[in-house]
């Protein structure tokens, strides 16, 4: 007596032992986001650029492209204005100090 698999075990004929997953089309990958450091770094080294590239990533309806837009924008604006004022207030109390030192140069010495 000779019985199949499908004869003893009645599942095997109702699916396959391996089911291999369907393959559908392969996801695609946002560029935007997918390039966020070259973004970043073009921030860093054209501020102005990295403004601009802000602005226009920011307006997007993806999260990934606004989250990028947005911190483009931040780097941009940290190095092209309050890195400046920054370095310019620093110069400023330096410029403030050696005044404040060559007038007090020029005083007479009190007895």
Do not use: K
Request: aromatic share 10%.
């Amino acid at each position: 007596m000779n019985l199949t698999a499908e004869e003893l075990h009645p599942a095997l004929q109702e699916s396959p032992v391996v089911q291999l997953p369907s393959t559908g089309p392969a996801p695609t990958e946002d560029p935007v986001y997918s390039f966020r450091w070259g973004w970043y770094a073009l921030s860093v080294m054209i501020p102005f650029a990295g403004i601009l590239l802000g602005i226009f990533l920011y307006d997007q309806p993806e999260r990934p492209a606004r989250r990028v837009g947005r911190n483009s924008l931040l780097i941009g604006f940290i190095l092209w204005v309050v890195l400046p004022l920054a370095v310019a207030l620093m110069l400023l109390v330096l410029v403030s100090m050696s005044a404040v030192g060559w007038l007090s140069s020029l005083m007479p010495p009190t007895a």
